[in-house]
């Protein structure tokens, strides 16, 4: 049949407007990550740095981790011992090591729910 009028132009998708910062959505949530080599917030550029108030756990911890992980190089296991924990002193939401046998993981308390060390 005939081609059909042309729909309303709409706004960009949140994925796609996220993508194009070089980010990743997860649970509708833009998420940008950035390489850490000291203990301070390194904000990613043209970022403004939010914790989202969630209850998210580990299995959401391990998703983005999955998401943002460089080259395959982030274990399977946490470090359950004192090294990492649940903070709310730093604008990032997660923070996690690679190279190990073990990951140490740190998690803002505003999103999640999870304790990674055992304290």
């Known amino acids: 049949g005939a081609r059909g009028r042309r729909g309303k132009t709409g706004g ?3 994925t796609l407007r996220c993508s194009r910062i070089g980010g990743l959505v ?4 833009c998420f940008k990550s ?6 301070r917030d390194s904000v990613p550029s043209d970022c403004k740095p939010w914790q989202p108030k969630k209850v998210w756990n580990e299995a959401d911890w391990w ?11 982030i274990t399977s296991h946490i ?4 090294d990492g924990g649940r903070c709310d002193n730093f604008q990032a939401i997660m923070s996690f ?23």
Request: glycine share 2%; charged share 30%.
């Open 34 to 39: 950035t390489r850490l080599s000291r203990n």
């Open 79 to 82: 470090d359950r011992e004192v």
């Open 63 to 73: 998703t983005l981790a999955n998401l943002f992980k460089n080259e395959n190089k």
């Open 97 to 119: 090591s690679e190279n190990g046998e073990t990951s140490k993981v740190w998690v803002n308390k505003k999103t999640f729910s999870f304790n990674p060390t055992a304290e």
């Open 26 to 29: 997860y649970k509708d949530i």
């Open 12 to 14: 960009s998708s949140s």
